[in-house]
């Protein structure tokens, strides 16, 4: 089999090599030898036992195809149609954000705030994957959670995802915009949202990865941002057990704006968290009265 035979099969290094020459893929040689495995369905010591080994035809027209969407900034997620969130691996759809490392601070701060509490009620506004909220279930197997979306699309994703996690019978998922569809008795311990935050200005100027592949629904956040933080922070409480807790994602330039917020609406200990950029990440509040 000759290597410049078009029609046979071509070794799948000559094929990573290729595509990191030409350099407009976007990703470097670990991250694009990943992304190869993870669609190919290959151990990734495959080229280590077999340096020579060759795809299948189906292989390599699959693989082309990857190249091709990574070169038109196809994220490689969206091209997966999965990603990985917290060690668990998460379907992605078009309705929903690809779940990205920073969020996985929200998963820490939940169960640090959870603690000892027994058999816990969680509620997750706006969650998309449900890579938050199964996180969380996957970590306490006495928690009982509760998924809330507007979108019918991203809601059919998260049960997917709660289907394939093993997590089904402790998660529920309801159509609601924002609270409407909670149940207010008897009450939750914690409620976690990564919420829409961006101003609708800066929306037009994002990368074209996120701009024109996440939903508009899960990132503008209205004219300053701060739509969803409003509700939440006017109605969270009345949906907390005494000394319930909210946690929340915030833009890097939001810690003071949404504090204000809650401060307003009466919650109290709030305590704003970093991420390891060293940016302001989350808000951690409690319900007022406790």
């Known amino acids: 089999m000759r290597e410049d035979d078009e029609a046979a099969p071509r070794r799948l290094r ?17 991250a694009l030898s990943a992304f190869v495995f993870s669609l190919l369905g290959l151990d990734r010591l495959t080229l280590v036992r077999d340096p020579d080994f060759r795809l299948s035809s189906e292989q390599e027209k699959a693989l082309n195809q990857a190249l091709d969407a990574l070169q038109q900034g196809r994220s490689p997620a969206r091209i997966l149609g999965r990603r990985e969130f917290w060690s668990l691996e998460f379907e992605v759809s078009d309705a929903t954000l690809e779940p990205r490392p920073e969020t996985e601070l929200l998963v820490e701060l939940a169960l640090a ?27 306490r197997p006495d928690a009982q959670g509760w998924g809330l979306d507007v979108s019918a699309q991203a809601l059919a994703t998260a049960k997917h995802n709660a289907d394939h996690l093993g997590l089904s019978a402790r998660a529920q998922f309801l159509q609601s915009d924002w609270f409407e569809a909670l149940p207010s008795a008897p009450g939750f311990d914690l409620l976690v949202s990564n919420p829409p935050y961006i101003t609708s200005a800066v929306v037009e100027g994002l990368p074209p990865i996120v701009r024109d592949q996440d939903p508009r629904l899960a990132l503008e956040g209205g004219e300053d941002g701060l739509d969803a933080y409003r509700i939440l922070a006017c109605q ?38 970093h991420d390891l950029a060293g940016q302001p990440r989350s808000w951690l509040w409690f319900a007022g009265g406790v």
């Open 14 to 30: 000559t094929l990573l090599q290729n595509a990191l020459n030409q350099g407009e893929t976007g990703l470097d040689a670990p």
């Open 113 to 139: 705030v959870l603690g000892d509490q027994q058999a816990p009620r969680i509620a997750d506004l706006g969650t998309g994957t449900g890579c938050i909220l199964l996180s969380i279930l996957s970590e």
């Open 236 to 273: 969270g409480q009345s949906f907390l057990k005494p000394g319930g807790a909210i946690i929340l994602e915030i833009g890097f330039d939001q810690q003071e704006s949404v504090g204000a917020l809650f401060r307003e609406q009466g919650w109290q200990r709030g305590q704003c968290h």
